[in-house]
């Protein structure tokens, strides 16, 4: 059966605007200081092209200011918009980052209370310090029967309004670094109820208006503010995100004001034209491409269901606990009946297959399938993974992540907030015990912070640190990788 022909998309705002200005500039006396290929590295033209650098404009030659936008940008931002369902859209050129933290600033005040699932990107936090709000966070369920930390209980989100009224505003993500959902809807529905916005970090979920394969959005759900990356799945670059809106419990005034305070007053033009371009061909094709890459997805999950010692993850996980719905595209792997790690299978296919996973965890890989996939990466997945299966891998020693969690969040005795601005110093780990932490400690699995700044060091954290760090396990925010030591408040 023949693949439908991409239509070419129309000509984007922004790409018609940068014609323009090329057309009617004959010498640059202004920023940026190549002005052109002529003043680039000759290494950088050789790497990325005489366009790029032509295209690298700034609002000195006449593109549009991002914190002051023009028609141009008005109206990419309006079909962007339109496009997702959103009342606004911003494009944003600090990541799903600067997303979070000016979601965060607009919602609550210094001093006011937001509850937040644990299991976020280490921006909710930074826009918790940022912001001066006190949190309340919903530890992530212990879902057992396929041993990870993943979504929150809606009865604990329940039971956080009725005990915390002073509560103004939830953030949450969905989908995870998993491609597993959360109930959207439902935390949508307790946060109106009491009269408080919802924001979700939506980052890997970009693409899911464009197929009815693909969870609801969380802009559909009824999400107040929506956070997204489309240079992780609709082809913009890197950075490039944007940041959605809907409804009347959110304030513009303070997104824009906060938006123009935590962005680059120099936005690239590269990252804005981007969005738009991406904007305007998933506009075009983004139906198609889509379910292409879902029939993809379904390919290799059917290839590889009969290989012994290899799991893909599919239907059967909606019966785990609070995992709502999934994205297809993501080929969540356990190897664990092959008696190795997910990060010792990774790189076995790296040095053996030149293949990446998404990411790997102590029993799983996640691989990513987007539109930039092509019926030969698709095959070529499935032969690595099959031939993992006949391979022998360096076997690791590891119990379940589970057991190597804290049962509890960690006590905070001061903000966030002060506890980055507090000196501090290193201690052996063991003397840290009872003292405030000022690192937020990170462990990749599962992503979800073991310490925030602020909170009591106790001994579970400490054992669970020496358990992670012995398994391999991936560590951001950790000042002495080694474990060896830990920062904490300094006393006087």
Known sequence: MSQPIDK??????????????????????????????????????????????????SELSGFDYLHGPGSALIEAQERAATLFGADQTWFLVNGATVGNIAAICATVRDGETILVARDSHRSVYAG??????????????????IDGLYGIELDEVRAALVEHPEIRAIHVTSPSYYGFTTSVREVADLAHLHGIPLIVDEAHGAHFVFSDRFPLSALD???????????????????????????GRVDLARVQSELGMLQSSSPSALLLVSLDVAVAEMQQNGAMHWNRALDYAKEIRSSLGDIQGIKVYG????????????????????????????????RW?????????????????????????????????????RALAK???AAQEHT???SRWPTTVPIAAISLRSAR??????????????????????????????????????????????QLISAGCRLVGLDDQSGDTLRVVDTD
């Open 400 to 402: 379940t992540v589970i």
């Open 8 to 57: 070419p998309a129309p000509e984007s705002v922004l790409e018609a605007h940068i014609r323009q200005i090329q057309a009617n500039e004959q010498a640059s006396f202004h920023m940026p200081g190549h002005k052109g290929p002529q003043g680039a590295p000759p290494r950088g033209r050789r790497l990325l092209g005489d366009l790029v650098y032509e295209a690298d404009l």
């Open 421 to 466: 601005s507090s000196r501090s110093s290193a201690v052996r780990t063991p003397e840290a015990i009872g003292r405030v932490g000022s690192e937020m400690i990170v462990p990749y699995p599962p992503g979800v912070p073991l310490i925030v700044p602020g909170e009591i060091v106790n001994e579970d954290v400490v054992n669970s640190l020496d």
């Open 128 to 145: 918790i310090a940022v912001s001066g709000a006190i949190p309340i966070y919903l530890a992530p369920a212990r879902n057992e029967p």
């Open 221 to 247: 759900c009824g999400a107040d503010l929506v956070v997204q990356s489309p240079h992780k799945t609709l082809g913009s670059l890197t950075q490039s995100s944007l940041l959605h809106t809907q409804g």
């Open 349 to 385: 296919l790296r040095s053996t297959w030149k293949i990446n996973p998404e990411f790997c965890d102590l029993r799983r890989m996640v691989f990513s399938i987007t539109i930039g996939d092509t019926a030969s990466s698709k095959d070529l997945l499935i032969s690595a993974l």
């Open 315 to 346: 239907d059967e996980i909606l019966n785990t606990p609070v995992i709502a719905s999934y994205d297809p595209t993501k080929i969540v792997v356990d190897v664990d009946e092959l008696g190795t790690t997910g990060f010792a299978a990774g």
């Open 391 to 393: 391979s022998p891998i």
